[in-house]
């Protein structure tokens, strides 16, 4: 399982000996593509969430990124606005079940909410595919990326493609929706015709529950430190819920990125996903043949080819 | 989000009004299933490891179910022979990558290896559709379950069904599988044509790598503990792996459970694949449509239903 040092290895070998160059891999594929390929995320599509120090002192900073229109628009709103109000503040992660999710929130239940959120409908969990990506605008073209194996472009939850914005979604000849792959940041909510407010968040920390697409409000993704989430100490309660309040991480702050002092704010960037880079990338992912591999895949399922996303070097 | 929960207290509110009862979840179907459709795990098919205790004294225990002939029987039985000479005894935990694996064996990978193991080729990463399965025999038919959507049983990955002993694999014409779903146990190895011995192991803590399948052994599955895996601190050090022996989690032993005394021996029993309580539980598990949930998905991928694993109470 060392595979990536040793086929580095075998490259510098191979090079030697005038022998082809072995295939790069998927993160190889990646990490070459141009400059122009990469899309700088604005520090106002951001949510910075910083826990409290871990046992040893050290910092654990989420770094969430949040889903642009036409998507989850009005979740989204009341995210902003309970960011705005600190209302997050001294709450903290309350659930955290292996193989599913870790949540966060007011564990009283009983904090009044800010002002000026919306109930949002449920017809928002889709978006209507006709209405707002009308064929002659060339969508089915341009905004999905094509990608190389035809299995991949469906799957047991729908025809899958990816948003020219950088996003998994799933489709049908109705609806696109935001999907549930690791790492997806979605809404808690109550029975129907409930929906949440926001202020209850989770993310996915296990294998894709795609059962939940198109049932709760996809929001955004972790796109940094999903590990202090992942490998909290799991909940023993019913659905992972902690026991007693001293198991709870405790939330110091939660911000929209561009209200953070300008040095402080972070800076990433994704790999365009109508880029040559990404359909390379794509394919790679589909079909590993770099040398550690002796059989392609054939394919991959949509949450199996995340979309590259790293920090922006500091200048 | 604590929707089960909520559940419970409608299902009381819709008996008192008379009305009909809600759709059962999925796990409510297997807890319902009767004692006959359980399956019980032989001891000998028990690998049980013993972590040492966490920073409060409490025990970590991991057991993994190791796979059934015909396959991955040559890497099975050098584990046997690996857990009999009591070889992971003081090795560890060395490498945890957010989303993909822990792994474990010795750090030093100095360790002599027991007498005995024998080399695998590659060739057994697979099972002959034809020559394991006879048509004539009624493996279509029998050995694998129908699921109610069609949809389910072709992924990106191949043609997919359920083993009647209990194990998700993949299949095509020609070769049957096991697949890289969360908590399945796997066999590190170096660059091909190496295919490890068995004394290098990880478990998959992540969405399903899945194009992994074929290209390294599967030998089991983690079915109790995962937790004491997946909660672990990531690695710094490339793939996931520590950067200081402090940071290691040492495994105290490895044991096939047949030989603990039969008091400590744990009692884990599945929910048979050809039983009707798993038709209804599989087609749940894609047609989620318990109170919680508004719009069924329509389909699964494999490795969002997981078998139903259960320990045996004592009695």
């Given amino acids: 399982m060392r595979h990536p040092l040793l086929a ?60 642009p229109p036409p998507f989850s628009q009005g979740w ?27 949540q966060w929130g007011d564990a009283t239940e009983k904090k009044a909410l800010p002002e000026g959120l919306v109930t949002v409908p449920e017809s928002e969990y889709t978006v209507g595919f006709e209405v707002s990506y009308p064929r002659e605008a060339g969508f089915a073209e341009e905004v999905f990326f094509p990608l190389v194996d035809p299995r991949y472009k469906e799957d047991a939850y729908g025809v899958s493609g990816f948003f020219n914005f950088g996003w998994p979604v799933g489709l049908n000849n109705e609806f696109v ?14 029975m129907s015709p409930d929906t949440g407010s926001g202020a209850e968040l989770y993310t996915v920390i296990g294998h894709a529950p795609r059962h939940l697409d198109r ?49 402080e704010q972070p800076k990433f960037e994704y790999l365009s996903t109508t880029s040559d880079s990404f359909a390379r990338y794509a394919d790679a992912r589909a079909n590993r043949r770099d040398p550690f591999f002796i059989t392609p895949a054939g394919g991959a399922d949509i949450c199996n080819i995340p979309v590259p996303i790293r920090p922006v070097a500091a200048k």
């Avoid at 998927?26 to 871990?54: F, H, K, R």
């Avoid at 935001?178 to 979605?186: D, I």
């Fill in 8 to 67: 580095v290895a075998l490259l510098a070998l191979s090079v030697h000996a005038g022998e082809p160059a072995p295939v790069p891999s998927p993160g190889e594929i990646a990490a070459a593509a141009p400059a122009s390929d990469w899309i700088a995320i604005a520090p106002s599509d951001l949510l910075v969430m910083d826990l409290a120090p871990d046992a040893k002192g050290h910092p654990r900073r989420v770094v969430i990124q949040l889903m």
């Fill in 76 to 102: 989204i709103g009341n995210i902003r606005k309970l960011a705005a109000a600190h209302w997050w503040d001294g709450t903290s992660v309350n659930r955290v079940q292996d193989n599913y999710v870790a």
């Fill in 177 to 190: 929706w935001p999907v549930h792959c690791y790492g997806a940041v979605g809404v808690g909510r109550n």
């Fill in 215 to 263: 049932n709760i409000a996809v929001v955004g993704r972790v796109i940094s430190g999903i590990e202090h989430l992942s490998s909290l100490p799991r909940g023993t309660e019913a659905l992972g819920f902690y026991k007693t309040e001293a198991e709870r991480t405790p939330i110091v702050s939660i911000r929209i990125a561009s209200e953070l002092p300008a040095a």
